[in-house]
């Protein structure tokens, strides 16, 4: 409990001693108590007022966390000599802040010091304003300039009672190296830092720099008071340069694309105002000169003619833009004596050298001059794919614009207007001297611009034929194209058309039917209509990709009940506008007549019943209504037969035990269909118990193959497993339903063929022949079968012929 109570206490007194101010050192300085500040490198200071728990000089100071003595410790400085003590910067590291004193009975946590890094920074300004940073900045002879030191603990420094004694010199290296303490008549050694912050103006007055070396300088603040000379680190550097030439312009570009900016740079003297202006050119009609970009800070360019004294100076120099906009005006430079100026140029700049001048309000003979050429850009025009394309497609057309920030794009072809029409919409009114009348497309911040010229949304539609595609950097139409920046591209428009073909002409009632075809002009859709017995299936929708190609598939249950006989198809092409002219009823649901859509834009026609058709007249009908003149639609007619599902297997004949061969087969299913062959033994009989029951046969899937006239289908069977019997060879496919039989017989043995030498007689000359005979190969069992038969019968034919010889 006391322990908590002391915790308490200590608490309680550091929070006092952090809420109150920051005591400064008494008149001894040396002796040091609690509440004061110390600082690194300080030698010979008396600590013994800051006694230990124990009451004793303190043998370390102590940092804790959060400047809490009850939590844990961070640094322990050993104190060798409290009457003596020297804070060594090895010790301190960077663990600035509250220490406690701390003796053998503990750490005192009422009375602490402050350990601080002796600090200071450095910065150069504009004497008149102290705003106006120059560090790092360019600064004419013209200018008055002021270091400014900063300290955020050094005022706290005591050598003398009552005044603070951080000394510091300001050490300048000159353009060649020198190292200085003055400067340009001002002394800059010992300057004493009793506020946080202060000007070297209001110790030794404005630096002025005239007669000043012209080059790049440097300089840092450092300590000059014991014990920080040499051992206290400088401050930052500060560098400046001094300029030769008082009044230059220079561009960041000697020449610009039509479009594009550039930009001046004046430099002068030091928060100067100066006059600029492009000197007289001689501008086409229409055009203008570059322009002054409007909005800059401290540049003033409302008006060339209303910017006082610019009249008076320049005179006729001057180039004046069209209806007062601005190519001159003034300028204040900023502390460093520079000020940049931006100019804009569009596609109506004239494309030749400008002069750019700018010159001192009050002296003419204080001036400088800068060339930059404004260069006419470039229009690019190209399109994807090989510039042949249906009417109907979207066309992707692209390029790049480096006159103008809009590409306009107009068409000419047979009989357009002669001057081009409007490319998004092909009406009859020509493109005038008007933006709206042109298809106007922004450029990319790249220069690139790209446009979709869709073909079927056009007002007018267009026939096929060859058409020219203009990209022009301003609104000016195939007649009024003298000096514009544009380029062509020529395009072929062909009618589209389609195609279509069935996946096979004749199918399988059960397999599925594929129409696949090309629908050139890139409609969204194509629709097919199929026309049967008795069957009317109407304006099916199928998809047409990004390829033109399509397909529609009448699948398994669509066939499967499909009476056997002839189909007839109609595929139709909305054409150009998308539209299926004529569509089925949407009245009931048997498709009994056809009529013309109600978006369709052709004259009305009457409705066509097809109820009572055959099905090649109710396609006749169709096929009719597609001819209209006033139909833009077009299509595409085909036929399919459906017949009852079939499978044939070819004769297989008999094979001996040990052949591999293939059966065959013909089927109408359709290509892709699987079929399951089995080939097992057809004889039955019992067998005993202790007899062992093998498989004789074989099995497998094969799948149906295209033929010539119809498609075909082949199982490989190995015969070395099999035993001499009569074999079941079973073709089933599963959809559609269908099987086939046939059968063949394996007989037992092999025959091979022996040389057998039979004599010859012609004449009186006996000739040796060589004949082939069978000699049959007999297996092991006793009892001769079917192979032996034949094998006994070989032997007796050799025996007559040698009996018929002698």
């Not at 020509?430 to 611009?449: C, I, L, M, Q, R």
């Not at 069935?502 to 009632?509: E, L, M, Q, V």
């Not at 150009?576 to 048997?590: E, K, P, Y």
């Amino acid at each position: 409990m006391k322990r908590k109570i002391s915790l308490i206490l200590a608490a309680i007194v550091l929070v006092a001693l952090l809420a109150a101010p920051v005591a400064a050192r008494g008149a001894a300085l040396k002796t040091i108590v609690a509440g004061d500040t110390i600082f690194v490198y300080e030698t010979g200071l008396d600590i013994t007022a800051l006694d230990g728990q124990g009451g004793t000089d303190p043998t370390y100071l102590i940092k804790y966390v959060d400047d809490d003595p009850a939590k844990a410790e961070i640094k322990a400085i050993a104190v060798s000599n409290a009457a003596s003590f020297d804070v060594l910067a090895s010790q301190v590291a960077s663990d600035y802040g509250i220490y406690y004193p701390q003796d053998a009975g503990g750490t005192n946590a009422t009375r602490s010091v402050r350990i601080r890094q002796i600090d200071a920074s450095l910065g150069l300004v504009l004497s008149a304003s102290h705003t106006d940073s120059i560090d790092g900045k360019s600064v004419t002879r013209d200018s008055a300039v002021a270091f400014k030191i900063g300290t955020q603990y050094g005022s706290l420094y005591r050598t003398t009672a009552g005044v603070a004694s951080a000394l510091v010199d300001i050490e300048i290296t000159t353009p060649g190296g020198a190292k200085i303490r003055e400067f340009q008549g001002a002394p800059l050694s010992l300057i004493n830092l009793t506020t946080a912050e202060f000007y070297t103006d209001a110790l030794v007055g404005a630096i002025n720099l005239t007669g000043a070396e012209a080059g790049t300088y440097s300089a840092v603040a450092k300590f000059n008071v014991t014990p920080f000379t040499n051992q206290a680190p400088a401050s930052n550097a500060v560098t400046f340069t001094v300029l030769s030439k008082p009044l230059t312009i220079t561009t960041n570009k000697e020449s610009v694309v039509r479009g594009g900016t550039f930009v001046l740079t004046i430099t002068g003297e030091s928060k100067s105002v100066y006059y600029f202006y492009i000197k007289a050119a001689s501008v086409a009609a229409n055009k203008d000169a570059p322009l002054v970009t409007p909005g800059q800070s401290f540049v003033y360019n409302t008006s060339f003619l209303g910017q006082a004294n610019i009249r008076t100076y320049a005179g006729v120099e001057v180039t004046n833009g069209t209806g007062g906009k601005p190519t001159a005006g003034s300028v204040t430079t900023a502390a460093d004596g520079t000020r940049s100026v931006e100019f804009n140029t569009s596609s109506t700049t004239d494309d030749k050298k400008y002069t750019i001048k700018v010159i001192h309000p009050t002296d003419t003979s204080k001036y400088d001059t800068v060339d930059v050429t404004v260069e006419k850009g470039t229009v690019t025009i190209t399109y994807e794919g090989t510039g042949t394309y249906y009417l109907g497609e979207t066309l992707k057309l692209s390029g790049t614009n480096t006159d103008s920030d809009n590409v306009f794009l107009f068409v000419t072809g047979p009989n357009l207007a002669t001057n081009g029409v409007n490319l998004a919409n092909v009406s009859q009114a020509s493109v005038t001297g008007t933006e709206a009348t042109f298809k106007k497309v922004s450029v990319n911040t790249d220069d690139t611009w790209s446009f979709k010229w869709d073909t079927s949304a056009l007002v007018k539609t267009l026939d096929a034929g060859t058409y020219t595609i203009y990209a022009v950097a301003e609104a000016k139409n195939k007649g009024d194209l003298s000096g514009v920046t544009y380029q062509t591209a020529s395009v072929v428009l062909k009618k589209p058309f389609i195609t279509a073909a069935p996946s096979s002409n004749t199918i399988a009632k059960g397999d599925k039917l594929y129409i696949r075809g090309i629908a050139e002009g890139k409609p969204t859709n194509v629709y097919v209509w199929i026309f049967g017995k008795n069957y009317r299936n109407c304006k099916n929708s199928a998809s047409v990709k990004s390829d033109a190609s399509y397909e529609y598939k009448l699948d398994r249950g669509d066939t499967e009940d499909l009476y056997a006989g002839q189909y007839f198809m109609v595929v139709q092409h909305p054409m150009m506008n998308g539209i299926a002219d004529i569509t089925a009823d949407v009245v009931g649901s048997g498709c009994t007549m056809f009529q013309l859509d109600p978006a369709s834009t052709a004259p009305d026609m009457p409705d066509v019943t097809i109820a009572g058709l055959q099905a090649p007249d109710a396609a006749t009908a169709l096929i009719d209504s597609l001819n209209s003149p006033n139909i833009d639609d077009t299509y595409f007619k085909l036929s399919v037969m459906i017949e009852e599902p079939w499978i044939r297997i070819d004769t297989v004949g008999d094979k001996y035990v040990g052949d591999t061969f293939t059966i065959t087969g013909t089927t109408n299913l359709a290509e892709g269909d699987e079929i399951l062959m089995t080939v097992v033994s057809s004889s039955f009989k019992p067998t005993e118990k202790t007899q062992s029951s093998e498989f004789s046969g074989a099995s497998g899937t094969v799948v149906v193959a295209k033929g010539d006239t119809y498609n075909t289908f082949s199982f490989d069977v190995d015969a070395s497993t099999f035993k001499p019997d009569e074999y079941l060879v079973k073709a089933e496919c599963i959809q559609p339903s269908q099987t086939a039989t046939t059968t063949f017989n394996t007989i037992e043995g092999k025959p091979t063929t022996v040389a057998t030498t039979v004599p010859v007689t012609t004449g009186a000359t006996t000739v040796a022949t060589t004949v082939a005979t069978t000699v049959p190969v007999t297996t092991a069992k006793p009892q001769p079968g079917f192979g032996a038969v034949i094998a006994l019968i070989g032997l007796g034919a050799v025996a007559v012929l040698v009996l018929r010889r002698h």
